[in-house]
Structures are given as structure tokens and as C-alpha cells.
């Protein structure tokens, strides 16, 4: 049985940040739908240019569109690795229940688990106005928190950085909105479930990765037993 991780939080609590060292760690699959939303806001066709102003108005992406996306990507690669980061998706209940309905047909036995990124919204503003992004390869940096040893530049491929064009404070205000109104319900959806591990988020990204490193190393043992039995 596959592990599928579901990170949630707020918009800037460092969710593709540590999605990056536990694939780096663990060898997961790392679906960031953000990233790929992006990847193809940069094409030339009327679905790109959709998707970009939605993105840039702080808005979701329609939920037939991204996860049409998501299964085109879990179809093709899942099966050669251990386990799953969902980063940025589901995003709203409907799409929780779209994965939902995935891993039932397609896998018989889940081994779904939800990660809530703990952090107060006002926090995140600052994180997010602060934040640059390499273009090419994607990693992300911190002004304040986690800056570039070659200052402009990306430290991996020696790309100039940029700013998200969704990282200006009024759509940061917008995304934090969309987020309280439409992604939290999914944070009480997996509680109830007993799927959902809360993590302080706002501590540094190290203590954050050990908190998260330890239940993953957990849930792809446990997972895997399950398969056996
Ligand atoms: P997406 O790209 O998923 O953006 P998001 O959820 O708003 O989250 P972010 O990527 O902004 O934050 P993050 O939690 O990954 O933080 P990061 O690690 O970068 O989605 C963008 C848009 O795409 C959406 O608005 C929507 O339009 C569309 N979309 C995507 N998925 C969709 C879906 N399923 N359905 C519909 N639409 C969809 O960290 C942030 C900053 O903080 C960085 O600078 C980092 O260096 C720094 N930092 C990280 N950790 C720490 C720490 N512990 N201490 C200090 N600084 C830290
Ligand atoms: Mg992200």
C-alpha cells in the first residue's frame, strides 16, 4: 500500500519548503499542484490564461481542471515510489472527496494521512511578502528567514530570483480568505476522521522537519506492514 501525505495550512506555512526535504529524505513523490498550476499559467492557450488570473486574483483553480492535473501525474509515476506528498491538493471538500474516490477504485486500501501546518494567518503575511522563488528549478527562499548565499541569485542553478506574482500583500489578504473559507473545512473534515496531525509550524524549519520526518519514517513502516499482513 502507498502512504499518501496531504500537507495543509495556510498560504506561506512552509509547506513546499518541507516538502522538498522530505522527498530529498524519503525518496516520496512530490505532487505540488501550485507548481504545476503555474508551469502551465506560462503557456499559450485560453485554459493558461484562465489559470493565470485566477491565480493571480487569490482564487482556486476549477476543481475539475486541477484534478484532472493530479491524476494525470499519480497515474504515471506513483507506482515507482513509496509514498505521496499532496502538496496544495485537495483544497476544498469536494476535492477531498475526489481523492477519496481515487484511492478507493484505484487501490482498494488507503493510507491516507493529513499534516495541518499549524500558524496564525497574521504571521504568514510576512513570511509571504519576504519570500523569492527560483524559476528554473523552483526552490524558494526567504528574504528575512532563508536567504540565497549568492544573494539574487539561486544558490542551485544560478537563476535570478523573482517574486510570485501572487506574493503582493493585497492577493496574500485574498489567498488567506480563500484558504479560512474553503481549505479549513478540510482540516476538521480529516479530525474527524482520525486522519490529521496537527504541527506547530512556526518554529524553525529544522524543528519543523523533525517533527514531520519522525511521522512520516512512522507511516511508511506502518503502511507497508499493512500490505504484508
Ligand atoms: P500554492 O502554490 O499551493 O500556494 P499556497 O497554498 O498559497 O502556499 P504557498 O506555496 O504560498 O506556501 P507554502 O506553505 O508552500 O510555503 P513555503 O514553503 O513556500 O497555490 C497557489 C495557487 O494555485 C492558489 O492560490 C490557487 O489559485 C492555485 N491552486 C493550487 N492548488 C490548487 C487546488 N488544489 N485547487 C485549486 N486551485 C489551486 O514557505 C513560505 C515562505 O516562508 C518561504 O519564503 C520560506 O522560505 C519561508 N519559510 C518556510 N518555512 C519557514 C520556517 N519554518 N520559518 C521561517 N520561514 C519559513
Ligand atoms: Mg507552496
Given at each position: 500500500m502507498h502512504t499518501y501525505v496531504v500537507l495543509l495550512g495556510l498560504p506561506g506555512a512552509g509547506k513546499g519548503t518541507q516538502a522538498r526535504r522530505l522527498v530529498d529524505s524519503f525518496g516520496l513523490y512530490w505532487i505540488s499542484t501550485g507548481d504545476i498550476l503555474r508551469r502551465i499559467a506560462l503557456e499559450e492557450h485560453d485554459l493558461?490564461?484562465?489559470?493565470?488570473?485566477?491565480?493571480?486574483?487569490g482564487r482556486l483553480v476549477d476543481d475539475e481542471t486541477v484534478y484532472e492535473v493530479v491524476q494525470h501525474y499519480l497515474e504515471s509515476e506513483e507506482s515507482r515510489y513509496p509514498g505521496v506528498i499532496l502538496d496544495g491538493f485537495p483544497r476544498n471538500l469536494r476535492q477531498g472527496e475526489m481523492l477519496e474516490n481515487y484511492l478507493e477504485t484505484i487501490?482498494?486500501?488507503k493510507g491516507l494521512h493529513a499534516v495541518y501546518f499549524d500558524m496564525e494567518p497574521e504571521?504568514?503575511?510576512r513570511r509571504l511578502t519576504a519570500r523569492r522563488v527560483c524559476p528554473g528549478c523552483q526552490r524558494v527562499y526567504n528574504q528575512e528567514s532563508h536567504p540565497s548565499s549568492m544573494g539574487d541569485l539561486c544558490e542551485a542553478c544560478g537563476e535570478p530570483l523573482i517574486q510570485r506574482a501572487d506574493d503582493a500583500e493585497a492577493v496574500v489578504r485574498k489567498r488567506i480568505q480563500t484558504y479560512l473559507e474553503e481549505t479549513r473545512p478540510l482540516v476538521d473534515y480529516y479530525e474527524r476522521l482520525a486522519k490529521l496531525v496537527k504541527v506547530p509550524a512556526d518554529d524553525t524549519e529544522t524543528v519543523v522537519y523533525k517533527r514531520?520526518?519522525?511521522?512520516?519514517?512512522?507511516?511508511?513502516?506502518?503502511?507497508?506492514?499493512?500490505?504484508r499482513l
Open positions: 493558461a490564461q484562465r489559470v493565470k488570473s485566477i491565480m493571480e486574483s487501490h482498494h486500501e504571521r504568514v503575511v514531520l520526518a519522525a511521522l512520516v519514517e512512522r507511516w511508511l513502516h506502518s503502511d507497508s506492514e499493512t500490505l
